[in-house]
């Protein structure tokens, strides 16, 4: 029993780039090219830390940690590319990992949040249009985000098997839903803030030099 609770820790433990990894594993044995080529193709920088650069170094602890099997494939001309996959603790660990970040709301740390709570002490009209300017982008990574998962609810790829592509729609429509909700949110937000501070017409904000 203590041994069981001991590696159940372990696997809770992993981090959230090896969730990550672990999860594209999941769907097919890729080597890390292919890795960088999905973490491109699905924008995946939007909502996580995972970079190229950390690709072979997370791989290398999940291999450490016996979470994964790499075997070498043989291409043209002699060249060889590692290709890695999930074996069944592989599995278990990303269960483990998935349903950890699953409960448990956290406090969200914003440097929007703190300029907000100072807003008053900047000058009025340059606040007024900042906070139109990150409307605009706000507005423009809504329009990304819809486009992006417009493309990946898109019917089974290229030998694609069934269950496949019902694992990737679920996927896409669990992750970009929740991304795409939260921008509409802070929208919504946005434009209320707008429309308060217009009608308060500055009153409490700083002064430049010329007021």
């Known amino acids: 029993m203590a041994d069981e609770q001991q590696h159940n820790a372990e696997l809770a433990g992993i981090t959230e780039k090896e969730v990550v990894l672990l999860g594209l594993l999941a ?15 699905r924008r995946m920088d939007q909502w996580t830390e995972i970079g190229f650069s950390s690709i072979y170094r997370v791989l290398g602890q999940l291999q450490g940690k ?38 448990g709301v956290r406090p969200l740390k914003n440097p929007f949040q703190v300029a907000l709570a100072n807003l008053v ?12 300017q990150r409307r605009t982008e706000v507005d423009e990574a809504l329009e990304q985000i819809v486009a992006i998962e417009r493309m990946h609810m ?12 019902l694992r990737r729609q679920t996927s896409v429509h669990l992750l970009f839903g929740h991304m795409r909700h939260h921008i509409e ?17 500055g009153e409490g904000f700083a002064r430049t030099e010329d007021e």
């Open 185 to 201: 949110t802070e929208l919504r937000y946005i434009e209320d803030a707008l429309r308060f501070l217009e009608e308060q017409g």
């Open 66 to 103: 016996g979470l994964i099997e790499t075997e070498l494939q043989h291409e043209g001309q002699g060249a060889t590319r590692k290709v890695h996959h999930l074996n069944p603790a592989g599995r278990q660990a990303l269960a483990s990992g998935v349903l950890e970040r699953i409960s």
């Open 121 to 132: 002490h900047a000058p009025y009209a340059v606040a007024i249009e900042r906070l139109a």
């Open 154 to 165: 898109s019917g089974p790829m290229p030998d694609e098997e069934p269950l496949r592509t």
């Open 27 to 41: 769907e097919e044995p890729i080597h890390a090219y292919g890795l960088e080529e999905k973490i491109r193709e």
